[in-house]
C-alpha cells in the first residue's frame, strides 16, 4: 500500500481540499497508473453533493473522477497488455464479477456484481474507492484500456464517459451513413454525439434551445440546426428520424421529439431528468417506434470506441485546468459555462 496526493470532499456542502488516500500496490494482473488528466463529469458533481442520496448514497471523503488518462508506470507479474510507459485509460468501471451473463457477452456495465470507479466497496483495501482528481490509480488489467497517442489527451479523458455513453446507443441502434440522426442538447453529452453521428456518416440535426449554439453545431459536424421552441422547425422534422439521442437532463416535453421518429425509429435516452417524463403512448403505437434509455458502454466497446476516435481524430472540447480550480469548475458546470468538458491536468498536484 501507498499514499497518493488527490483532492477529496467531506460533505455535500464541502469544497474539495488537498488530501492523501491510500492505494493498494499492484497484484499480478494489476495496473498501476500515473494520471495525467482526469475529465469533470455531472454525475461527479452529483456524487460530490449527495445529490442521488436515494440511490448511490455517497461515503464520505470522496474522491471523484472517472475520465482518467495516463501512463503506466508498474505492472503486476501476469498482466501482458501493458508495461511501463504505456499510455492507458480508465472508465466508471474497475472491475466486475466476470462470469454473470452480461460479463460473457461483454456486457460488463450490466453486471450486477460491478465496481464503479469511486464511491463503491473496495474489495481489496476496504472502505470505497477513490477516483481520478488523485496523482494515481491501480486497476486490475481486464478494465484499463489503450488510450490513443495521437490525440490531445486532455480531450481524450472525457471519451471515458462522455463519449462512450453517446458511442455505445448510436452502435447498438445501427447509426450509419444514409441515417437520419438527431441530437438533443448540445452539452459535454451532446457535443460528443454530434461528432460521432457525423463520423458515422450520418445527416446530423441538432435541437437545441439556443439559437446561439447553431454556429457551434455546425462547426462539430451537424448538417442542420433546429431551435425546438420553434414549432415550425420542429414540423420540418416530423416523421423523419431513424435515430434521436436525447442528451438533456432538465424535464423537457420527450413527445415532441418521439413524433419526429419515422416508422421503426429509436429515441434513447442518456440524460436523466430527476423528474419522470410522460410519454404518450399512441406516439409510439402507431409507427412502432421504441423509447429507450443506454448508459455507457463494456470494456471493449469502450476500446472501440477509443480506436474509432484514434482513427477519425476525435476527442472532446475541453478547458483544461488545474486541480485547484475544481471548485471553480464545478460552480461553473452547474452554470452550464464549459464548452465542453473541464478536464483537469493531473500535473496541477504536484504543487500540493
Known amino acids: 500500500m501507498y499514499n497518493a496526493k488527490a483532492y477529496s470532499v467531506s460533505s455535500p456542502a464541502s469544497p474539495f481540499v488537498s488530501a492523501s488516500i491510500a492505494r493498494r500496490d499492484p497484484t499480478e494482473h494489476d495496473v498501476q497508473i500515473e494520471i495525467l ?32 488518462v495516463g501512463r503506466v508506470r508498474k505492472v503486476g507479474s501476469a498482466v501482458t497488455k501493458f508495461k511501463p510507459g504505456d499510455l492507458a485509460a480508465v472508465g466508471c468501471m474497475v472491475d466486475s464479477d466476470r462470469t454473470c451473463p452480461e460479463c460473457k457477452a461483454d ?84 457535443h460528443m454525439a454530434v461528432k460521432f453521428a457525423h463520423a458515422f456518416g450520418a445527416h446530423t440535426v441538432v435541437f437545441t434551445t439556443s439559437p446561439g449554439k447553431k454556429e457551434d453545431a455546425l462547426r462539430l459536424g451537424a448538417d442542420e440546426v433546429a431551435i425546438s421552441r420553434n414549432a415550425d422547425e420542429m414540423n420540418k422534422h416530423a416523421g423523419s428520424f431513424d435515430f434521436i439521442l436525447d442528451a438533456v437532463a432538465a424535464e423537457h416535453d420527450i413527445n415532441a421529439y418521439i413524433n419526429l421518429l419515422a416508422r421503426d425509429g429509436n429515441l434513447t435516452m442518456v440524460g436523466a431528468p430527476a423528474t419522470p417524463l410522460p410519454v404518450a403512448v399512441f406516439g409510439l403505437i402507431m409507427r412502432r417506434r421504441s423509447f429507450s434509455g443506454s448508459a455507457i458502454g463494456g470494456i471493449a466497446e469502450t476500446q472501440e470506441m477509443l480506436d474509432f476516435c484514434a482513427r477519425h481524430n476525435i476527442a472532446a472540447d475541453v478547458e483544461v485546468i ?27 498536484l504536484k504543487s500540493e
Not at 138 to 163: I, K, Q, T, W, Y
Request: glycine share 12%; net charge neutral.
Open 107 to 190: 456486457l460488463e456495465q450490466f453486471c450486477p456484481n460491478f465496481t464503479l470507479t469511486y464511491n463503491f466497496p473496495d474489495k481489496h483495501l476496504g472502505g470505497v474507492t477513490y477516483g481520478g482528481y488523485s496523482e494515481s490509480i491501480v486497476v486490475d488489467e481486464r478494465f484499463v484500456m489503450r488510450a490513443p497517442s495521437n490525440l490531445n489527451l486532455a480531450g481524450v479523458a472525457p471519451l471515458l464517459c462522455a463519449g462512450i455513453t453517446t458511442y455505445s446507443p448510436m452502435r447498438h441502434w445501427g447509426v450509419t451513413k444514409g441515417k437520419k440522426v438527431g441530437v438533443v442538447g448540445l452539452g459535454g453529452l451532446g
Open 37 to 68: 488528466f482526469c475529465g469533470i463529469c455531472h454525475s461527479d458533481l452529483h456524487q460530490a453533493r449527495n445529490e442521488w442520496s436515494g440511490m448511490m448514497p455517497t461515503v464520505y471523503p470522496c474522491v471523484p473522477g472517472h475520465e482518467i
Open 322 to 348: 488545474p486541480i485547484q480550480k475544481v471548485n471553480e469548475a464545478y460552480e461553473r458546470l452547474v452554470k452550464s459555462d464549459v464548452k465542453y468538458r473541464f478536464s483537469i491536468d493531473m500535473a496541477s
